[in-house]
């Protein structure tokens, strides 16, 4: 099956997207994005590339000089375009310098703050949380390069505070902190550690917390993640589903897994502009590559979407529960009658609208359509194939790719309609049995 998957990515990374060549996955020491500049720098063991994320090349490489005896410098981070090294262990920060990483801070290895989350806000470097001497922090700290210490931010403006928690996930939109993820320590036994459950937001303005709900999700089949925007990437190695959390709009969506994703493991991917960079290494190679995906193309087919965490709001949604039912036994036959006239989908102006909502089909889907509905009679493949023809590709690839775009509007009217009737449909012709013919059923659509 391992084998398989990997044939398959190779076959999917040499196809549908650029690659860049970063070097054998032992040779890598770290690697940190410059969201200003777009660049990403590679860190190898006595030297650097970096790479013009825009230009989607190599613009340099050279050798650097790591501080003596420390060639592990722990969470890379990029302020201003400069590039800072937080110790995972405690307060030791190192910043690099033309060829040089060079030790900044005036603090010490308090191994305090193990396994902590270390990120950017307002161009200062933060960091949340933490394990040490069989305690955990429940507080944010950064980096003063005033001083070159690192300060407490005090909760002064709370009257609760969250447990504390080693390896959580902190997102950030304007001036609230959302915590979720992460290991707490049981209470009356500190060498024994818990999945954290709950999900907290903190106020930097008001220096205040709350707490938003607790949720089920599933932390135990999660080897690696990476921010999107304001969401957050989780996924395995050994799971088909990739699952996206957007906390803040308290979204779960999982999506299944598409081949090429199966490559990503321990280096980072990121996001910029709408493109996805992700950072490859497929199965039994050592070789990490540099791929980029447009949004559209990175996700595949959405499972479910649910809520990410609940609060006391889900007692009394049970509570009613049961009143809901017995409306809607009431209620069901006049819903059914109405829901039978209005389930039909509305062409205006070439686009198509059901309920009020236009539907999100691309051009050529949308022409497809079109040209079925407006026909008398039955569309011969030819037809079709002159909208999503590719000159660059044989008939072949071409014939799969017009079977994609039906079978992608089948799907797309099915869900939206919530019913399992193929809406386009084809047989051989009447007249010549080797060519296909294509119909709509028109009675799902009205003209307007």
Same mark, same amino acid.
């Not at 079109?370 to 071409?398: D, F, T």
């Given at each position: 099956?391992? %084998? ?6 190779? @076959?999917?990374?040499?196809?549908? =997207? ?6 054998? #996955? ?9 969201? /200003? ?24 490489? +050279? ?8 060639? *592990?410098?722990?969470?890379?981070? &990029?302020?201003? =375009? ?9 307060? $030791? ?11 900044? !801070?005036?603090?010490?290895? #308090?191994?305090?703050?193990?396994? &902590? ?18 305690? %955990? ?27 504390? *928690? ?28 818990? $999945? ?19 949720? !089920? ?25 990739? +699952?996206?959390? !957007? ?13 090429? %994703? ?43 979407? /649910? %809520?990410?965490?609940?609060?006391? /709001?889900?007692?009394?949604?049970? $509570? ?14 006049? @819903? ?17 609208? +059901? ?24 569309? @011969? ?37 919530? $019913? /399992? ?16 013919? +294509? ?10």
């Amino acid at each position: 099956m391992k %084998q398989l998957l990997f044939i398959l990515f190779i @076959i999917s990374l040499n196809s549908f =997207s650029q690659s860049i060549e970063i070097g054998e #996955h032992k040779n890598i020491n770290k690697s940190v994005v410059d969201y /200003e500049k777009k660049e990403l720098y590679v860190f190898y063991k006595d030297s650097l590339t970096i790479i013009d994320l825009v230009k989607f090349k190599k613009i340099s490489n +050279y050798k650097i000089i790591y501080p003596v005896d420390k060639t *592990t410098l722990g969470y890379p981070v &990029s302020v201003k =375009s400069k590039i800072y090294f937080v110790d995972h262990l405690g307060g $030791i920060v190192y910043l690099l310098e033309d060829n040089k990483i060079k030790r900044i !801070d005036n603090s010490f290895n #308090h191994k305090m703050q193990i396994s &902590s989350n270390i990120f950017t806000y307002n161009d200062t470097i933060y960091r949340y949380g933490g394990y040490g001497f069989w305690s %955990q922090r429940n507080f944010f700290t950064f980096f003063n390069t005033e001083n070159f210490e690192w300060d407490v931010v005090p909760p002064i403006g709370s009257k609760v505070l969250p447990n504390g *928690t080693r390896e959580s996930i902190v997102k950030i939109s304007n001036n609230d902190f959302y915590v979720y993820g992460g290991l707490s320590l049981n209470k009356f036994n500190p060498l024994k550690s818990h $999945i954290n459950d709950e999900v907290w937001i903190f106020n930097f303005k008001f220096k205040s917390w709350k707490l938003l709900g607790q949720t !089920d999700f599933d932390w135990n089949k999660i080897d690696f993640n990476f921010s999107f925007n304001d969401k957050h990437i989780f996924y395995a190695i050994d799971d088909d589903r990739l +699952y996206v959390v !957007d906390v803040v709009n308290n979204s779960l969506k999982t999506f299944k897994k598409k081949t090429f %994703q199966y490559g990503m493991n321990t280096f980072k991917s990121f996001y910029i502009n709408e493109i996805f960079y992700c950072i490859l290494t497929p199965y039994n190679s050592n070789s990490v590559t540099l791929t980029k995906r447009f949004e559209d193309d990175f996700f595949g087919e959405l499972i479910k979407e /649910e %809520q990410f965490y609940y609060n006391n /709001e889900k007692v009394y949604y049970s $509570i009613g529960f049961f009143l809901l039912i017995l409306s809607l036994v009431y209620l069901y036959f006049k @819903i059914k009658k109405w829901k039978s006239k209005r389930n039909r989908i509305l062409i205006e102006n070439g686009h198509l609208v +059901y309920r009020s909502r236009i539907l999100n089909f691309d051009e050529k889907c949308n022409q497809i359509i079109n040209l079925l509905l407006k026909s008398e009679k039955e569309i @011969i493949s030819k037809n079709i194939m002159e909208i999503v023809e590719n000159p660059n590709l044989n008939y072949g690839h071409n014939t799969r790719v017009m079977n994609g775009f039906i079978d992608e509007i089948n799907f797309k009217l099915k869900s939206t309609l919530e $019913i /399992e009737k193929e809406l386009i449909t084809f047989k051989k012709s009447d007249l010549d049995k080797r060519i296909k013919v +294509y119909s709509i059923d028109k009675s799902y659509f009205f003209i307007k």
